[in-house]
T-cell receptor, first 110, second 115 residues
Framework: DAKTTQPTSMDCAEGRAANLPCNHS???????VYWYRQIHSQGPQYIIHGLKNNETNEMASLIITEDRKSSTLILPHATLRDTAVYYCIVRTSGTYKYIFGTGTRLKVLA | EAEVAQSPRYKITEKSQAVAFWCDPISGHATLYWYRQILGQGPELLVQ????????DSQLPKDRFSAERLKGVDSTLKIQPAELGDSAMYLCASSLQWGDSYEQYFGPGTRLTVT
């Protein structure tokens, strides 16, 4: 199963873009990259996912490198409510399982 | 917006007692997942259903844990007997189908404390 590596924690100023990196160097060609976040004591919330192309929705943008070995989640204008643990997940092919790591704890500062 | 429902939200039980959690997925979602999340860690998949059938229960401690989804809609996760190490958040999630590009939607979780 492909594993992901994320920084343990990051800070971001309110109103600025938050760029959260993720390494997934063992990803296979047909495995998707998913991002979730978890605000304290709540269930994880889906943010975005992608395979090869960059993706954008109302919450965030996902940039995947051409070799697919890393990706970056971009929150364009971070707010205090974006403070959470962000998980980068490579969904295993065949079983379609999520393997969660320990994620990046993002703190948005006023 | 449709949500995954879970109950109870909090449960305190003594070790060796039985405990059960209930999950109602988003209407129309064929795939249902149960996860366990220990404090400070990411969620860990326990069992996965496609309709009423178990797809993957390789991480479910079957000597004490059981899960069912009899009619392919709501689901129950049971622990008997509970142990101190079972204290954790139990999360239920659902997705429209079982496949690569179907995202999972999580419920609020049940926080279990075993004393």
């Amino acid at each position: 199963d492909a594993k992901t590596t994320q920084p343990t924690s990051m800070d971001c100023a309110e109103g600025r873009a938050a760029n959260l990196p993720c390494n997934h160097s063992t990803i296979s060609g047909n495995e998707y990259v998913y991002w979730y976040r978890q605000i304290h004591s709540q269930g994880p919330q889906y943010i975005i996912h992608g395979l090869k192309n960059n993706e954008t929705n109302e919450m965030a943008s996902l940039i995947i490198t051409e070799d697919r070995k890393s990706s970056t989640l971009i929150l364009p204008h971070a707010t205090l409510r974006d403070t959470a643990v962000y998980y980068c997940i490579v969904r295993t092919s065949g079983t379609y399982k999520y393997i969660f790591g320990t994620g990046t704890r993002l703190k948005v500062l006023a | 917006e449709a949500e995954v429902a879970q109950s109870p939200r909090y449960k305190i039980t003594e070790k060796s007692q039985a405990v059960a959690f209930w999950c109602d997925p988003i209407s129309g979602h064929a795939t249902l997942y149960w996860y366990r999340q220990i404090l400070g860690q990411g969620p860990e998949l326990l069992v996965q259903f496609q309709d009423e059938s178990v797809v993957d229960d390789s991480q479910l401690p079957k000597d004490r844990f059981s899960a069912e989804r009899l009619k392919g809609v709501d689901s129950t996760l049971k622990i008997q007997p509970a142990e101190l190490g079972d204290s954790a958040m139990y999360l239920c999630a659902s997705s429209l189908q079982w496949g690569d590009s179907y995202e999972q939607y999580f419920g609020p979780g049940t926080r279990l404390t075993v004393t």
